[in-house]
């Protein structure tokens, strides 16, 4: 009765080994104006909701403006490595926020 405990739970070792080893073969096919092509089931650098994860988002630009004063967002730009994120204060004056668009950092304010 020992052998053959010991054989199974040697087989069931063995076989969750080998599962976890196993690639996952998720692909899949879309067809469109350009014919069918094959999708490998990952995007480098991109998930389903948008932009690379590196770039700040148009609404997280807007949070980071708003932390320095920004009451009304008018319009968020984005030109090459930089966010401009336009608008008025709390007084109604215009004030102009420029971001890095990878770090969020804050590079200028202007009132």
Partial sequence: MQFRSTILAGG???LSLGLAAA?????GISIGPGGVQVDPGYRRG?????????????GEAARIARR?????VDGVDRRGPRMI???SDRRGDDITVVLDSRSGDVLDVRR
């Fill in 68 to 72: 320095e004063g920004l009451v009304d």
């Fill in 12 to 14: 069931l070792v063995g």
């Fill in 46 to 58: 991109y998930d389903d909701r948008g932009p690379p994860r590196s770039e700040l988002s148009r």
């Fill in 23 to 27: 690639p996952a073969l998720a692909q």
């Fill in 85 to 87: 994120v336009r608008g």
